[in-house]
């Protein structure tokens, strides 16, 4: 049989179909300066290219989960989304994050450790003092326990460990599954005793707080109406 006449979408394999769309992803990064693309301007390339959507493709090759499952399964881009599901824009992690990038090579079983150990503590709580101590002693044993009870943020990593525990310690217990970036930067003041900007300015000092959200693969952020909302993946609130 002529290779020529195969159908794409059985010929390409899943790997080929992620480095063509890093390639296009490259390529419109390059030519408008911009990071972001929107998912449906990549399909367009792809489609210009090889005469089907690579989401034909992902089904023809059993990725029954649609190609935004598969473009976040692939670690190397960064997905945040719309209103609208099938509307969302995706970058590449080596160039949105590097920094971050690295932290993703620690191994699996390490940053599943990290995050239950840090899970476990935002669930405790507080135990303090006996109801003779007067308010200011209180509250300086509430800051030493705050203190001494969350490790140090000395990397990307332990900000992107921290970041997750919380938000899903808030969205736990939101009825609507999500939680403001306002509401997630306070918590983690209350919790670290510092802004979160002076955290994020000594791991990583060329980013804003909502593109390191952006980028890490357990949240999703989209803006409603006026602000940014972040919802856990279903996979990392087991």
């Given at each position: 049989m002529d290779e020529s006449h195969q159908d794409p979408s059985s010929s390409l394999s899943l790997q080929q179909l992620i480095e063509e769309l890093e390639n296009f992803t490259v390529f419109e990064c390059q030519k408008n300066g911009n990071p972001w693309i929107k998912v449906t301007r990549l399909s367009e390339l792809f489609c210009e290219k090889y005469g089907v959507l690579p989401e034909t493709v992902a089904n023809a090759q059993g990725c029954r989960d649609g190609l935004r499952s598969l473009i976040k399964s692939s670690k190397r881009f960064s997905i945040y989304g719309t209103p609208?599901?099938?509307e969302f824009y995706v970058a590449l992690f080596q160039v949105v994050a590097p920094a971050l990038q690295q932290s993703q090579s620690i191994p699996l079983h390490c940053r599943i450790k990290q995050r239950s150990e840090a899970e476990r503590r935002l669930s405790e709580p507080l135990q303090v003092g006996g109801t003779r101590e007067n308010q200011l002693d209180r509250d300086q044993k509430i800051s030493e326990h705050q203190a001494s009870s969350f490790p140090p943020i000395q990397s990307v990593n332990d900000l992107e460990v921290a970041l997750i525990a919380i938000a899903k310690s808030l969205v736990a217990n939101n009825p609507q599954n999500s939680?403001?970036?306002?509401q997630l930067s306070q918590k983690f003041c209350d919790y670290y005793m510092q802004p979160i900007r002076v955290a994020m300015r000594s791991v990583c000092p060329d980013l804003k707080l909502i593109e390191l959200l952006k980028v890490i693969p357990s949240l999703?952020?989209?803006?409603?109406?006026?602000?940014w909302q972040v919802t856990?993946?279903?996979?990392s609130m087991e």
């Open positions: 609208i599901p099938q939680v403001s970036i306002g999703q952020v989209q803006k409603v109406e006026a602000d856990v993946e279903a996979d």
